[in-house]
């Protein structure tokens, strides 16, 4: 099979490599669809990946072509989308059923060879059956979808009359607004600094008056007008700078909420005025990482593909590059150098 092969930092080729071979418990799966995820990018040109050589990739969709014996039958020819953890089992966590937080994973496409190929090696236990009118594209963006999900469900007293602020509009910050909009959040403000990402927010139902360019105004100067010099109620900082999260402190209500959610650029640092402030208001702040799936009807997975066969959502409209997975380098290299506009590259086998 084709796929593509990290085999050092910077250092990745398509190339010929032999089909996965199959452990008890685990299918094979031929993808139909991957997305190229902003973590993919330091890990193929900065900082490399756990083991190579590697097939990058986790966010993944296809159709399970074999599976092994005790893998139940049901999957076979099925379509499915692909949770990319792979929990020990054994650990606190993954005994309290938060696989998320498991002390000793392994991960497709980052510790395991993941969804940059024509197929992949998945077990059983991380396969989730997609319902019939689910596309190959949307189930490939299940992965940040969930992630999203999992962000919004960190808050701890819901959003009934509250003023919500996404700070950072980039993939997870948009799905983030999405599925806040589809949950009836209507006091609903976004923070963003380019041109293409106020489109974007537009396009999500925001309004002018509810977006504001961070690179034209004082972000503090705007929340004040915003909400009559109160602050925001919950706050969610996708960014992950010590400017943003000092801002995202300075601007929220007293007793309100911060959920931090971008991943960190460089080394978080605290000024002594915003520690205070966290103090003196007596802010709930909380972490998120990855997402639920407990195979419940409940957890984070099930949640948006039950809003996907609804109808509900329409995350397709958020791919901004479609390219055959031979040519998925290119996707790579825009998102490395910025080189275009871009939210979600997706990669798509050729029609033959």
């Known amino acids: 099979m084709k796929a593509h092969v990290l085999h050092g930092i910077g250092d990745i080729r398509y190339e010929d490599v032999e089909k996965p071979g199959l452990k008890p418990g685990w299918v094979l799966v031929k993808v139909m669809a991957c997305g190229i995820c902003g973590s993919d990018i330091p890990r ?3 900082t490399g990946a756990h083991v190579h050589p590697l ?7 296809g159709k399970v072509v074999d599976i092994t014996e005790g893998v139940d039958k049901k999957w076979l020819d099925k379509p499915v989308g692909i949770f990319p953890l792979i929990p020990c089992g054994e650990c606190g966590p993954c005994k309290s059923k ?5 002390r000793h994973y392994s991960y497709l496409g980052s510790r395991c060879d993941g969804g940059f190929a024509e197929y992949v090696a998945v077990p059983e236990q991380n ?3 997609l319902p ?3 596309e190959y594209e949307e189930a490939a963006m299940l992965e940040p979808m969930a992630v999203a999900v999992h962000c919004m469900r960190r808050v701890s007293g819901g959003f009934d009359k509250k003023k919500v602020c996404v700070y950072g509009l980039g993939t997870i910050g948009l799905l983030l607004t999405m599925f806040l909009k ?7 403000y976004v923070i963003g600094n380019k041109d293409f990402q106020r489109k ?14 961070s690179r034209n105004a004082d972000v503090s100067e705007w929340i004040t007008m915003k909400t009559n010099g109160a602050g925001m109620d919950v706050f969610f900082e996708c960014i992950g700078k010590n400017e943003t999260v000092s801002d995202v402190v300075d601007n929220t209500a007293p007793a309100g909420e911060i959920v931090f959610v971008g991943n960190p650029y460089s080394d978080m640092k605290l000024d002594k005025a915003v520690y205070w402030k966290i103090l003196r208001n007596q802010l709930r702040i909380t972490g998120t990482w990855n997402s639920s799936f407990t195979h419940d009807d409940n957890d984070d997975w099930h949640y948006v593909v039950d809003k996907l066969a609804s109808g509900s ?10 390219l055959p997975l031979d040519e998925l380098e290119k996707g790579m290299l825009i998102m490395r150098d910025k080189s275009e506009d871009y939210v979600k590259v997706m990669g798509v086998p050729k029609k033959r």
């Open 132 to 134: 019939e009118g689910v």
């Open 55 to 61: 097939i990058p990739g986790h966010e993944f969709s």
């Open 200 to 213: 974007n927010a537009l396009m999500l139902s925001i309004d002018e008056e509810h977006f504001l360019d």
């Open 182 to 188: 589809e949950a009836g959040v209507e006091d609903l």
């Open 127 to 129: 396969l989730l059956m």
């Open 44 to 46: 193929i040109y900065q």
């Open 313 to 322: 959502i329409s995350p397709a409209k958020l791919i901004s590059h479609r």
């Open 98 to 102: 938060l696989y998320e937080m498991c």
